[in-house]
């Protein structure tokens, strides 16, 4: 008690101090011209809303602070943070991220494994964690909805949604095209441009080619080496978009989305004994520009992804309809050192291994289909409401291989697993003007899920094995919205989500296929959404509480290497998240954000493997026979910082010829999280932090704007996951980057 207490009076201290700055920044801003901050426009209800007339906490990212921080190569692992509760990783390489939204994610890194935060892109949800990484490139906003988004959004929504929208064709020519370019051979290249055919006919074409350098020397003499340059760290990312709109009437429209991405690079750089016994800090053996690598085949992965979706509209009057059907397919194959070392490397060196752990992706391939229907009312009346239903199927086969020597031999156990999975549900929202300043809003979903597996493995120990898991169940969401003036206004939620039932099948390593029933999250917030001190400032801020009952957890590694699914009785989140910002004056703009999140998994019998001797757990260890296990009632769950922050401070100072300077600083934190179920010294992480700045000059007459950059200002080593089963192996982040940039808009 005393803990929450504690970090209680922390989210109290940051709310006063955010609160309190802009009335100390008005008196310095007295003499400056009136400035106030914009107004944010989200599309968190399936339709345009002020951000403040949306009654759950969502917060939203501009494009002008994504092409900021993406400016050195970096990829949406790079929005860990940049608004409250969100935490984004992966063990993958860039192609297939992990999301979690307070606390709730899930840290399965195979392909087929389900998470509880979904990815909308255009209107079109990215289902499987393949396609999550899909470039961030001509994008318009962002939206983080926090809290289970079921009614509007559909399956797997417990924790919340990450909305995207790209920029869409308009009536008017226009666009523009970036380059920068920076050390470690990085070239990033980004354009979109709109013309207008007809008066009823636009397109917005745009494209990203996104490149860096290998700038890692493998030290080990592997026969994959290049000793006459690097060996890794190199990525191409290719991706193109096409929308094409058509409007031949007032009342009928019509977008066809088509994109493309060819991306191939290096993946997860896994570092052999570079945590020591007892100590979760990086130790001498780290070193970033080396590795030591007897398998992997220089960690090379490769993808590619097609897709194409046609939205319909038609205003009828009263309703508009809406259908939005969608297509992806994608491929890839890579392959990777897992040990991050080597096992015959001479007794006593840095990067010996007790055994070679290599595995790789010989082929895959995805298909998802999408159909959705929406009714949606218009006008300004009392009562809106929208109904709709929605349908979701996929298929996915993935061949993959284990390897025991040096890279470049054959495999020895190879499996081929194939998943199919569909879903469908129907759904509808009302909301009710009550009086003037009271708006209730109700909504309710129904869903049933199916899905079936079948794994062969036709390489090594003969196994054929299918599983089968399904439920339907009801999602729903009741809110208020009480508008106290035209600058303040209150929220209160309480909210049903609900994910499907899951399958783990890495029969790579194990003859078991694991299952996890569907988990369920009751979920409570509560807070304010405000413009003040005539409207210099905007704060946000919101108090949560959810329970999760049967909450899916995967237990990754422990001495055995295992990857298996398995439900905890309860689980349980709470916590503080605040947002805003502030015109300081003088040209000054300060914007942050802050979140306390507590986590705890609720379950007195159950139990994990675990790390073997080189770590030291500190949960109860409980001997079953032989076997040891963690008992981790009690712990947070894992990936899940108990506090993020993030801080942008901006200038913006005019010329007298209409040009003007700019500058920013933007830092994000990370603070006390876990990396596995179990907790041990060396895998639970205490503070994380980073920086990026950027200045330049600008002439909006003539369109153009050349800027310097650097991310990660001071080369922060912050690890990000962790290879327990073999030794105390870690990834970290990105490495400090900088360079120039050049735009040009027309």
């Not at 780290?286 to 398998?295: A, H, I, K, L, Q």
């Not at 300004?380 to 993935?398: K, P």
């Not at 990936?639 to 010329?655: D, M, R, V």
């Not at 909006?700 to 001071?714: F, S």
Request: aromatic letters at 10%; proline letters at 3%; hydrophobic letters at 40%.
């Amino acid at each position: 008690m005393t803990r929450r207490l504690g970090a209680l009076a922390c989210s109290v201290s940051g709310l006063a101090l955010l609160v309190s700055t802009p009335v100390l920044a008005q008196a310095a801003a007295s003499s400056d011209e009136a400035v106030t901050v914009e107004d944010i426009v989200v599309t968190a209800q399936r339709r345009s809303e002020n951000i403040r007339d949306v009654p759950f906490a969502v917060s939203a990212v501009n494009q002008e602070t994504m092409a900021d921080v993406a400016a050195g190569g970096a990829d949406i692992l790079s929005m860990t943070a940049r608004v409250p509760s969100l935490q984004v990783e992966s063990s993958n390489g860039r192609y297939a991220p992990r999301f979690y939204i307070r606390g709730l994610g899930n840290v399965d890194f195979d392909f087929n494994a389900s998470q509880p935060v979904s990815v909308v892109l255009d209107d079109v949800v990215l289902e499987n964690v393949f396609l999550k990484g899909f470039p961030l490139f001509d994008v318009q906003q962002l939206e983080v909805l926090r809290g289970p988004q079921g009614t509007l959004f559909g399956r797997n929504t417990p924790a919340g949604v990450i909305k995207i929208d790209t920029v869409k064709p308009g009536p008017e020519f226009g666009g523009f095209g970036s380059l920068a370019v920076g050390n470690l051979g990085a070239v990033r290249a980004e354009t979109g441009v709109t013309i207008p055919l007809t008066d009823t006919l636009q397109v917005r074409v745009a494209g990203l080619w996104n490149h860096r350098d290998d700038w890692i020397d493998n030290m080990y003499d592997a026969p994959f080496v290049d000793r006459n340059g690097k060996d890794l760290g190199n990525f191409d990312d290719v991706a193109g978009r096409l929308h094409v709109a058509w409007a031949p009437t007032d009342r009928f429209s019509a977008l066809l989305t088509l994109q493309a991405r060819d991306y191939e690079g290096t993946g997860t750089m896994n570092r052999a004994n570079v945590l020591t016994t007892g100590s979760n800090k990086l130790n001498a053996n780290f070193d970033r520009e080396r590795v030591y690598y007897d398998g992997g085949r220089n960690n090379f992965q490769k993808q590619e992804t097609r897709s194409g979706s046609l939205q319909l509209a038609y205003d009828f009057g009263p309703a508009t309809l809406t259908g939005v059907v969608g297509r992806y397919w994608g491929a890839s194959m890579g392959d990777g050192d897992i040990d991050g070392g080597v096992a015959s490397a001479p007794a006593g060196a840095a990067y010996k291994t007790p055994f070679n752990s290599e595995t790789g992706t010989l082929d895959s391939d995805l298909t998802q289909d999408t159909y959705e229907l929406r009714l949606a009312s218009n006008g300004d009346g009392r009562f809106g409401w929208q109904v709709g239903a929605f349908y979701w199927e996929e298929r996915f086969n993935l061949i993959s291989a284990t390897f025991n020597g040096v890279g470049g031999l054959a495999p020895t156990i190879v499996t081929d697993i194939v998943q199919e999975s569909d879903s469908w549900s129907v759904f509808g929202q009302g909301n009710y003007q009550v009086t003037d300043a009271l708006k209730l809003t109700a909504g309710l979903r129904y869903t049933d899920d199916a899905r079936d597996f079948r794994g062969q493995r036709t390489l090594g120990a003969p196994l054929d094995v299918t599983k089968t898991v399904g439920d339907e169940q009801v999602s729903w969401d009741v809110s208020a919205l009480y508008t106290v003036n035209s600058d303040w206004n209150l929220f209160a939620r309480v909210a049903k989500g609900y994910r499907g039932p899951s399958i783990q099948g890495r029969i790579a390593t194990s003859n078991v296929v694991t299952t996890a029933n569907s988990e369920t999250v009751m979920s409570y917030e509560a807070g304010f959404k405000a413009r003040l001190w005539e409207g210099r400032a905007r704060l946000n801020a919101t108090a949560y509480y959810y329970e999760v009952t049967d909450p899916q957890f995967t237990a990754i590694g422990g001495e055995g290497n295992f990857n298996q699914l398995i439900n905890a009785d309860k689980g349980e989140g709470y916590g503080l998240e605040l947002d805003g910002d502030v015109y300081l004056g003088g040209g000054f703009n300060l914007a942050g954000g802050f979140a306390w999140n507590h986590t705890e998994i609720k379950d007195k019998d159950l139990l994990v493997a675990f790390c073997g001797a080189a770590c030291t757990v500190t949960d109860p260890i409980v001997n079953i026979g032989a076997t040891r296990r963690a008992n981790i009632n009690g712990n947070p769950f894992p990936q899940a910082p108990e506090y993020t922050a993030n801080i942008t401070l901006s200038w913006e100072h005019t010329l007298a010829n209409g040009a003007e300077l700019f500058a920013s600083t933007d830092w994000v934190l990370q603070k006390n999280f876990n990396l596995f179920l179990y907790e041990s010294v060396e895998f639970k992480q205490d503070t994380s932090f980073e920086g990026g700045a950027r200045a330049g000059w600008r002439a909006p007459e003539l369109g153009l704007e050349a800027a310097v950059y650097v991310r990660n200002i001071t080369d922060e080593a912050n690890v990000i996951g962790g290879i327990d089963f073999n030794n105390l192996t870690a990834f970290v982040n990105e490495p400090r980057t900088f360079g120039i940039q050049l735009t040009k808009r027309f």
